[in-house]
T-cell receptor, first 116, second 114 residues
Framework: AQSVTQLDSQVPVFEEAPVELRCNYSSSVSVYLFWYVQYPNQGLQLLLK??????LVKGINGFEAEFNKSQTSFHLRKPSVHISDTAEYFC??????????????FGKGTHLIIQP | DAGITQSPRHKVTETGTPVTLRCHQT?????MYWYRQDPGHGLRLIHY???????DKGEVSDGYSVSRSKTEDFLLTLESATSSQTSVYFCAIKRGPEIRNTQYFGPGTRLTVL
């Protein structure tokens, strides 16, 4: 079984400042990793994913994340945030057992608040 | 747009009544999932399906049942709704090669049980 910890429930950042949202996972097997964004009163939108290959993955809206196997982390970063980035961000993991058919395990989410 | 619709989008019901939520997909994907989202819990898997009539339980399946008689529809039923089932329910499909579990979500159904 796997678990996901998002260390910050809320992150306030000034507009145009950089941001890092932290995600750590626990799993005894190899994993796939995902970041999703949820804007107010909407569904979840896939930001980026790590499946294999390069540990630095780039996603939509200027976000990127780095997979660190030794630290079991998958932190999300953006060099300069905008007001429109205000949203809830979820880290999720899926292990490779069962052929990857099982559901995702999600963290509890981080609310990113952009201050003007 | 993942080609997923959910109905109804909002529902208010009373304790003890049965409720069925529908997830409909237009892209013929094999795998479909139901999650619930609650403050402080993120999303948690209720049930999933890996084909017509093939379903399995997730982390929080107690009080829920599912059915999938057609590839495009995945139904979630609360046989006797309770206030603890007040939540936002999301359906998802898995898109991509079999072992790469990238999931895409529908718009959600907000259910309130009074």
């Amino acid at each position: 079984a796997q678990s996901v910890t998002q260390l910050d429930s809320q992150v306030p950042v000034f507009e145009e400042a950089p941001v890092e949202l932290r995600c750590n996972y626990s799993s005894s097997v190899s994993v796939y990793l995902f970041w999703y964004v949820q804007y107010p009163n909407q569904g979840l939108q896939l930001l980026l994913k790590y499946l294999s290959g390069s540990t630095l993955v780039k996603g939509i809206n200027g976000f990127e994340a780095e997979f660190n196997k030794s630290q079991t982390s998958f932190h999300l970063r953006k060099p300069s945030v905008h007001i429109s980035d205000t949203a809830e961000y979820f880290c999720a993991v899926s292990d490779l057992e069962g052929g990857g058919a099982d559901g995702l395990t999600f963290g509890k989410g981080t609310h990113l608040i952009i201050q003007p | 747009d993942a080609g997923i619709t959910q109905s109804p989008r909002h529902k208010v019901t009373e304790t003890g009544t049965p409720v069925t939520l529908r997830c409909h997909q237009t892209e013929n994907h094999r795998y479909m999932y139901w999650y619930r989202q609650d403050p402080g819990h993120g999303l948690r898997l209720i049930h999933y399906s890996y084909g017509v009539k093939d379903t399995d339980k997730g982390e929080v399946s107690d009080g829920y049942s599912v059915s999938r008689s057609k590839t495009e529809d995945f139904l979630l039923t609360l046989e006797s709704a309770t206030s603890s089932q007040t939540s936002v329910y999301f359906c998802a499909i898995k898109r991509g090669p079999e072992i790469r579990n990238t999931q895409y979500f529908g718009p959600g159904t907000r259910l309130t049980v009074l």
